[in-house]
């Protein structure tokens, strides 16, 4: 676990909260009033058809986009209050992101992506790659670490972008519909991988997707539609 | 040293080892390469033309008054309008010095030649005849002024030892020549129109890929990194292509150095060795051009704000201001209007400062006219609503390329520049060249102190084509001269019908008639004469049968025969026969020549070149542009869009922006040389003009050629994949 800008575990309390945001592109409104609340460990589901705002309520939750209303607090600080310089920092190590796909680097191997975070945040190379190549291992991929993304197969690229995304140890991973490009059976793999080792990490996820299959995995589901929100059932 | 890592971690990023990654590295060297040849070349100028000056002082005869140890003749001879010099020497001391490149001092009947001279004469029997003395070796590097020189030594003939002077030995203390004013001017306007083309083409070359970097930045944004560090991470990836760009421009220049050997333009060469760039000149730009590339990646991402989605959505195409584009042309064109109106043109011509200033005039109207082509090709693709498919993707397309434009805008900076340029070389060549002559028929041969003139005359009767022969005899006394020639000279060099043996004309001022004079050592009286004007100055005698100028022996000897060429050709050779120290009189000064043809090659080679570089510019932007936009183009093909309208469409898009350069250039570059030249001297090469548009048109075809290979890879369905 990683002793980040915010640290000090507290498992009751909502660690990440958005409230009534609203956001629009141009005349197109993307939220209207949608909130949510994610507490540390648990894994959150983001549902909804494509179009509803799901995608950027996750951004708005990550510090990536800011919310023209409302707000989104990190264990009590404001996200938009912070500088590009803290945002970016949160990310590299409270934050860790999985999206469908283009977010691995492709002229790095796949264990200097997964190491990436780590020499960013000015760790020494042999220690971060020490500490990638674990991450490669727990998640069945160490055998691709010297290949580069594009000559790996769709979910083992996916599974190193989930190394990626928990080698600083995140307190929060957001995972954009992780599995959209992979076959059911891949797919299942990698959600089996993720929030086992987000489990283990004590890592919240907040895990953005339209297939119910991919729902089962979360604690909990909240579907949004037309920039709304609104929180599901618990999942039995 | 955090930024140091990042820096690493950019330069990792280039050298990425994927195809496309060492594509891009490939091409962005080769650019910046090609780049810092030509910058290397020019910096080469510099120590290249001192160095030939150098051997020239080195190996010219030193007459200085003094310890004398040789005896020295000039002579030359003419074969198809090529000059070919020597020097005639004899040893009078046992230490007499050889000239430099030379081991010994040939003796009567020896001749030493350059290279050049060898060839000539073994593949051409005439040259042969004109050198009836045996070769006995060739000149070194050392003392030939360039590698093609037609220079040779000979041993002076005992005949000829009173014409030739007495000289010390080799290497006079006499400075180099310096420019003429036009000459600073020219240069000032010819290196812009080279510098800023270049530095356009290094630009574009380090911003080849510019899409895909964005997308790879934008992944590392994602995982943590700062705007600050993405900084660092761009500039490492820059830097790699333009450090490695200048490794490959240093080979490339030492690699294509030898071949300076063989290339001589317009009577202007160098030898390999005299090409090293100036120290200075060097250092800047081997610090210069990583400096711009990093620097052009930095501003790159000042107006491309990328962010960890990729680049910002948000962000609205940079407006292309007018204002100061249009204000530099303004501004140079009111500096060549001022300078001007300070002194008309042949002052100008006159003074180094004010034809600096106009050289920096004309140099601030074609760096407008390069800013002003964005922006013209902006406001056409904006306003142009085509028909057709293929021109109307093409300008959709244009409104969001800057690289196309951009890399045109060098080129219309060539093309402005040489238009300008042209013209006003055109008025260089009228401002040192003599006037026309009115009488091409009349050939003037200067002859050698003691000549025999007898044995000359008879040479020359013997040319075909020969009408008259006319002895000039000029001897000066204090206060004038006593000039003495036939009557058919008289009447045609001052213009006067009443001429008979024994009249006297007076141009200018002379002793009254009756004044006793001592010529050749002999008494004689000034006759009456009569006012005339002319290009005779002083006393002119038609003295057929005066004794006393009789005994004067003639400086020239006025010949009428055909007007062309190969007459000259044909007198020179007949009196080399007799005398090579006859020299035939010409319109130009030689030194004159070659820098008036050194800047002549110096301005078409370098738009050859640029022209080249802007084909691998534009060639090189046009494939990126149609592999980073790969998958629209696949959309576009799968939605039915024949691939043939696709590649009429990459063919709009090179012509349009090149349409619009030229219809730029040629009012601009014919503008810019109208101010600049004097009334009634601006002509307009109209032919130059038309080859330049035809010009345009196959590197626009050259350029869309390239890019079908591209085009048929993006247009497969496997190009719909995005991931």
Not at chain 1, 204 to 210: D, K, Y
Not at chain 2, 31 to 43: E, R, Y
Request: a neutral charge.
């Amino acid at each position: 676990m990683t002793s980040g800008p915010m640290s000090g575990p507290d498992q009751t309390r909502v660690l990440l909260e958005a409230v009534d945001l609203h956001k629009s592109f141009g005349p197109t409104p993307a939220l209207d009033g949608a909130g949510l609340g994610v507490r540390a460990g648990e894994v959150v589901a983001v549902m909804g058809p494509s179009g509803s705002g799901k995608s950027t309520l996750l951004h708005c939750l990550a510090g990536i986009l800011t919310p023209d209303k409302g707000t989104v607090r990190y264990r009590d600080v404001e996200l938009s209050a912070m500088g590009d310089g803290a945002r970016s920092e949160l990310r590299r190590t409270d934050f860790g992101f999985v999206f469908q796909f283009g977010q691995l680097v492709p002229e790095l191997s796949c264990l200097e992506n997964v190491a990436l975070p780590l020499r960013l945040g000015s760790v020494k190379r042999k220690e971060a790659e020490s500490r990638a190549r674990e991450w490669l291992e727990r998640l069945e991929v160490a055998d691709v670490a010297d290949k580069r993304p594009g000559e790996t197969s769709g979910g083992q690229g996916q599974r190193v972008a989930v190394a990626r995304a928990l080698v600083t140890g995140p307190r929060v991973v957001f995972a954009d519909e992780p599995t959209g490009a992979l076959d059911s059976l891949n797919g299942e793999r990698v959600m089996q991988l993720l929030v086992t080792a987000a489990k283990e990490t004590n890592a919240a996820v907040v895990l953005v997707t339209h297939e119910p299959r991919v729902a089962a995995y979360s604690d909990r589901e909240v579907v949004v539609r037309d920039g709304k929100s609104r929180e599901m059932e618990p999942v039995t | 040293m955090r930024w140091a890592d990042d820096l690493v971690l950019g330069i990792r990023l280039a050298v990425g080892g994927s195809r496309t990654s060492w594509a891009r590295l490939a091409l962005t060297a080769a650019g910046v390469g090609l780049g810092v040849t030509v910058l290397l070349l020019a910096a080469s100028i510099g120590p290249a033309r001192e160095a030939k000056s150098h051997r020239v002082q080195a190996a010219s005869v030193d007459s200085t008054p003094g310890d004398a140890k040789l005896k020295a003749r000039h002579v030359s001879v003419s074969w198809q309008g090529r000059l070919i010099t020597g020097v005639e020497l004899a040893a009078t001391a046992p230490d007499a010095p050889a000239p430099p490149g030379v081991g010994r001092i040939p003796g009567p009947g020896e001749l030493v030649v350059s290279p050049e001279l060898l060839d000539l004469m073994r593949t051409e029997d005439s040259v042969r005849a004109r050198f009836p003395e045996s070769v006995i070796g060739v000149i070194a590097d050392a003392g030939l002024p360039r590698p093609k020189s037609l220079i040779f030594y000979a041993g002076l003939p005992e005949a000829h030892h009173d014409s030739a002077h007495p000289a010390a030995g080799f290497g006079s203390g006499r400075p180099p020549a310096t420019l003429l004013p036009i000459y600073r001017l020219l240069m000032v306007a010819a290196i812009s129109a080279l510098l800023v083309p270049l530095g356009i083409f290094v630009l574009v070359a380090t911003r080849l890929g510019a899409t895909g970097r964005a997308q790879r930045l934008a992944a590392i944004r994602l995982v943590g990194a700062s705007r600050t560090q993405i900084r660092w991470i761009a500039s490492g990836e820059t830097l790699t292509g333009a450090v490695l760009g200048l490794f490959v421009g240093v080979a490339l220049f030492f690699a294509a150095r030898p071949l300076a050997r063989f290339i001589e333009v317009e009577g202007v060469g160098f030898f390999p060795t005299d090409l090293l760039p100036d120290p200075l000149l060097g250092a800047l730009i081997a610090l210069g051009v990583p400096v711009v590339a990093v620097l052009s990646a930095l501003l790159a991402l000042r107006t491309e704000d990328v962010g960890p989605l990729g680049l910002s959505r948000a962000v609205e195409l940079p407006r292309h201001r007018a204002g100061w584009r249009f204000g530099l042309i303004g501004a140079g064109a009111a500096l060549i209007v001022v300078i001007s109106a300070i002194g008309g043109y042949w002052q100008v011509m006159a003074d180094a400062r004010l034809a600096v200033g106009l050289g920096l005039g004309i140099a601030l109207v074609l760096a407008g006219t390069g800013a002003v082509l964005p922006w013209l090709v902006g406001k056409v693709a904006h306003r142009l609503e085509p028909d057709g498919i293929a021109p109307l993707l093409a300008l959709r397309t244009l409104r969001f390329d800057a690289g196309t434009p951009r890399v045109l805008s060098g080129v219309v900076v060539v093309l402005t520049g040489s238009l300008t340029l042209q013209v006003l070389l055109g008025v260089a060549a009228q401002f040192t060249a003599a006037p026309p002559s009115d009488t091409p028929d009349r050939w003037v041969l200067d002859l050698p102190p003691r000549a025999e003139v007898r044995s000359l005359e008879e040479a020359i009767a013997l040319v075909g084509g020969v009408r008259q022969v006319s002895e000039v005899r000029v001897h000066p006394f204090r206060g004038g001269l006593v000039t003495s020639t036939d009557c058919v000279e008289i009447a045609e060099r001052l213009d006067v019908d009443d001429c008979v043996n024994g009249s006297a004309y007076l141009v200018g001022s002379a002793p009254a008639p009756g004044t006793k004079l001592k010529i050749n050592g002999q008494d004689w009286v000034v006759p009456q004469h009569k006012k005339a004007n002319g290009d005779l100055w002083g006393l002119v005698v038609a003295g057929g049968a005066d004794p006393v100028l009789a005994s004067v022996p003639p400086t020239e000897l006025v010949v009428r025969g055909d007007p062309d060429e190969s007459f000259g050709d044909r007198l020179l050779a007949a009196t080399g026969r007799a005398d090579r120290g006859v020299t035939l009189r010409r319109q130009f000064e030689a030194g004159q020549v070659e820098l008036f043809a050194s800047l002549r090659s110096g301005v078409i080679g370098g738009s050859v070149l640029l022209t080249l570089l802007a084909v691998i510019g534009l060639a090189a932007a046009a494939v990126d542009q149609v592999w980073e936009r790969r998958r629209p183009t696949a959309v576009l093909a799968a939605n039915g869009v024949p691939p043939k309208v696709l590649a009429v469409s990459a063919l709009w898009q090179s012509a349009i922006p090149a349409a619009v350069g030229i219809g730029l250039a040629i009012p601009i570059g014919l503008g810019t040389a109208w101010l600049v030249a004097p009334s009634g001297r601006f002509r307009v090469d109209w032919t130059e003009i038309a080859t330049t548009v035809a010009a345009a048109a196959v590197v626009v075809l050259v350029v869309s050629l390239c890019t079908l290979p591209a085009l048929r890879s993006a247009i497969r369905p496997a190009s719909l994949r995005t991931e």
